[in-house]
């Protein structure tokens, strides 16, 4: 929709940076229902909120006039839990009050606090800030709310999850009784409800976030398992394989944050790290480079992170997974903001498949699950990549004409073309290969012949000295069979289970039994079906397991060596040479 009627230098400011229309959020908090009241609103990240609660204060603001100037103490206050979002949020702020005459004052921590105090004084109608700078200079006396109109709690339900709750009590306590207070959070948990309930009157509940879920509408969710430890390599690989103007990572310690940035500058990356132990100088050089296209990948963790607002941000990659649902969304709002499409990658390892399911659910995200891309693949959008560059409407000026001519007399058109793909290809680091996905592991494991099969059931296992060194060759033996006629072997406590292929399993069962005839005083090894196969053994496994008090002396006591199983008629394979005594066991077995 249209923007309603505004004052003329809001309109101008709005018409000046091509806002057409209003989005979902910013015309919500402009409808009649909304004037005048506190609000509590649920809306996603990179809606446009910022604009939407700069419009929202324009009646506290402005009143009828269209001018501000100075002003004794500050008319509208907005907090924010990081330095880069408070920053952000006084940019907005600033072009959208431009033509008013307000001031705006950025109190964040970081920063020089004496220099800050001089702002302050300088009659400012509105004032962005951090929780802890803004308590600080309420305490020395340098910012006055005896005046405040509105406050803006954005993000709030960071700023509690950081710890902050402290200081927006202080903050909150310490304004009018008659002020607004318009809370934004993408999300609404317990703690959110009961700031509201505290510090508001009657708000107005505004939820713009989709029906669909709460993950962006404009951001491709996807999802690929690795084993752990090729995470980075999965890292590599994704960056080559979507190219993205500006990439962030998301790491959970500074630690990982450090590792990664160094090995992928190695890798030859354009990289940039984030973490809390960067000054505000180191951060402001880092978003520079990202800005101005000297670096297209940012290592960060997720507080370093927020507030960030790249234009060009087209790829979240969570390469550490996030606590919740709630990180999950705040990290991958990144991207996908003002209309513009992004995709977010979850790197998951195999062990955490089910979880990050559940933590999508939660976050009622659909998301792809992938492979991680390979060399194959890379290479097949690195060539789409070049023609579509290559082939694209370019201007030259004499001087490359000229270049071109020299080349073409001295090499033939393509020789030219094959250079210069050799040096675009040169410039770009290599694709790492990654181990087959376990789907397609198991498919390479596949084995024909084993689509159905029936599980036997010897009476030994890992107490009476179980290996599988021996127990091949006598499966074999017993049941007339080679040893790629069988298929997995289970060793338990007391038992082992095998498989056979159903085709064989009455012919098997019938031979073992025939050859199963004891001789003398040696007991034969019993084999025969099962129907509950290896989870007898797993049964075993818990009954037979020694007491942690005990274990060490009883896991010698229960693992005697194979070579203890007395082979009639010589020495047993893989046991003692002659003339050295064998481990005795208390039980005898034919194996053959």
Known sequence: MTFPALPAPIAAALEERGYAEATSVQAAVLEPAASGRDLVVSAQTGSGKTVAFGLAMVPELLGDAERIGFVESPRALVITPTRELALQVSRELEW????????????????????????????????????????????????????LAVAVLDEADEMLDMGFREELEAILDATPDTRRTLLFSATMPRPIEALARRYQHEALRIATISEGGRGHGDIAYQAVTVSPPEVENAVVNLLRFHEAETAILFCSTREKVRHLHATLQERGFAVVALSGEHSQSERNQALQALRDGRARVCVATDVAARGIDLPTLSLVVHVELPRDAETLQHRSGRTGRAGRKGIAVLIVPFSARRRTEAMLGRAQIAAEWQDVPGPEMIATRDRER?????????????????????????????????????????????????TAN???????????????????????????????????????????????????????????????PRALADKYAATAARTG??????????????????REAARSNRQLRPSRSNADNAFVKAKPPARGFVKPGGHNAGGPKPGKPAHKHKRKFKHS
């Not at 033996?477 to 289970?490: C, L, Q, S, V, Y």
Request: charged share 30%; glycine share 8%; aromatic share 6%.
């Open 96 to 147: 959208l009050y431009q033509r008013t005459g307000a001031r705006v004052a950025t109190c964040v921590g970081g920063m020089n606090p004496s220099a800050e105090r001089k702002v302050l004084n300088s009659g400012p109608a509105i004032v962005v800030g951090t929780p802890g700078r803004l308590r600080d200079h309420f305490e020395r006396g340098a910012l006055d709310l005896s005046g």
């Open 386 to 434: 070049l023609l579509e560059k290559l082939l694209a409407p370019t201007e030259f000026d004499e001087a490359d004409r000229e270049l071109a001519q020299r080349l073409l007399a001295e090499r033939s058109p393509e020789d030219i073309a094959a250079m210069l793909v050799h040096a675009h290809r040169a410039r770009m680091p290599e694709p790492e290969e990654i």
């Open 438 to 500: 376990s789907r397609d592991a198991q498919k390479e494991r596949y084995r024909p012949g084993f689509e159905d099969t029936v599980w036997f059931r010897m009476d030994i296992g890992r107490s009476d000295g179980a290996d599988p060194r021996w127990l091949l060759p006598l499966i074999c033996r017993r049941g007339h069979i080679t040893k790629n006629e069988i298929g997995a072997i289970r060793i338990g406590q007391a038992e082992t289970y095998f498989q056979i």
């Open 517 to 534: 005839e004891p001789q003398g005083d040696e007991e034969v090894v019993r084999i025969e079906r099962s129907d509950a196969g290896p």
